[in-house]
Structure formats: C-alpha cells, structure tokens
C-alpha cells in the first residue's frame, strides 16, 4: 500500500512540473506575439483616417 502511494506522488510531481513547465512557456509565447501585435498597432496608428 505505501509503495503504491509513494508512486502516485512521484507521478503526481512529475505531472505537475511538466505542466508548470509548459504554461511557462505558453505564457512566454502569448506575451511576446501581444507585444508585437501592439506594436504593430501603435506604427499603424498615423495612417487611420477618419
């Protein structure tokens, strides 16, 4: 019975930081293609008529 446990926190660790890992990087990829995204904005702003 503990050695079942003990695999299930070592799974359940291993699960968490692969998953920390890949919301890192997600929220990495997110953030940069938003600041080109309004950069773009803001270059493009001069060229608005109304």
Do not use: N, P, Y
Request: charged share 15%; glycine share 16%.
């Amino acid at each position: 019975m503990d050695e079942k446990v003990f695999k299930m926190m070592g799974r359940s660790g291993a699960l968490s930081v692969t998953i920390g890992v890949i919301a890192i990087v997600f929220g990495l990829a997110s953030g940069v293609l938003l600041l080109i995204s309004g950069g773009r904005l803001l270059a493009g702003k001069s060229k608005i008529l109304f």
